[in-house]
């Protein structure tokens, strides 16, 4: 099972430089499987991680598998665990336009029904927190909107998103990215509209129930 993870936390973290979200060694991933957390070690540039470079620790972050420093994040990545239960997979970007919003302290506003389907609210931004600090994890169990898709701007810092897997953690790293990016057009060129918190309520809870292929669909 640790070595499908190690696979899956890999994946994503090589796709964090090839979509733009991370420059340099910043941002990490993470998978949960079990009691053990997979997530990729400190300061190694992307190019050169492999899968067996992956680090695995357990929930109270003991060292159980590697040979080099897991991410300054760790902490905060496991506090999320922890707190969250359903939690599988954990992003932490540096995006441009998402972390203008945090540097801001402003909250990502739905502008869109892609917000409201996957988030189920506005992307909300946290208090400050130093890097590395478990408060980060704290912040994020407390203010990221509960749903299939989770994400936390984190004051004058970045983002923390999260989701069921790996997988699902950076496409939500994705999106709240392309959403900040459309929310910082839209009030650069006029002044957009929020959606109503009811229609959001709606968007999401459809979304949720319908959205996709159901196991037991045929044809």
């Given at each position: 099972m640790l070595e499908e993870l190690k696979h899956s936390v890999y994946r994503a973290l090589i796709a964090l430089p090839r979509s733009g979200l991370v420059q340099g060694t910043s941002g990490n991933v993470s998978g949960r499987g079990g009691d053990y957390v997979v997530i990729k070690p400190s300061g190694v540039e992307y190019d050169s991680l492999s899968p067996d470079d992956l680090v695995v620790v357990d929930l109270?972050?003991?060292?159980?598998?590697?040979?080099?420093?897991?991410?300054?994040?760790?902490?905060?990545?496991?506090?999320?665990?922890r707190s969250v239960p359903e939690i599988g997979g954990v992003v932490h970007t540096h995006s441009t336009y998402a972390t203008v919003y945090a540097v801001l302290g402003r909250s990502i506003p739905v502008y869109l029904t892609e917000i409201a389907d996957l988030f189920g609210g506005p992307i909300p931004v946290s208090s400050y927190v130093p890097p590395g600090d478990e408060e980060?994890?704290?912040?994020?169990?407390?203010?990221?909107?509960?749903?299939?898709?989770?994400?936390?701007?984190?004051?004058?810092?970045?983002?923390?998103?999260a989701g069921k897997t790996p997988k699902d953690a950076l496409t939500a790293a994705l999106i709240v990215e392309h959403s900040a990016r459309i929310a910082y057009l839209a009030e650069d060129a006029?002044?957009?509209?929020?959606?109503?918190?009811?229609?959001?309520?709606?968007?999401?809870?459809?979304?949720?129930?319908?959205?996709?292929?159901?196991?037991d669909e045929k044809g």
């Open positions: 109270s972050g003991r060292v159980i598998e590697g040979v080099l420093k897991p991410s300054v994040d760790t902490s905060a990545h496991l506090h999320i665990y980060i994890g704290k912040e994020f169990a407390e203010k990221a909107c509960p749903g299939r898709f989770q994400a936390l701007l984190m004051r004058n810092h970045g983002v923390f998103t006029g002044n957009p509209a929020v959606l109503q918190e009811e229609e959001v309520r709606k968007l999401h809870e459809r979304y949720r129930e319908g959205y996709g292929q159901r196991s």
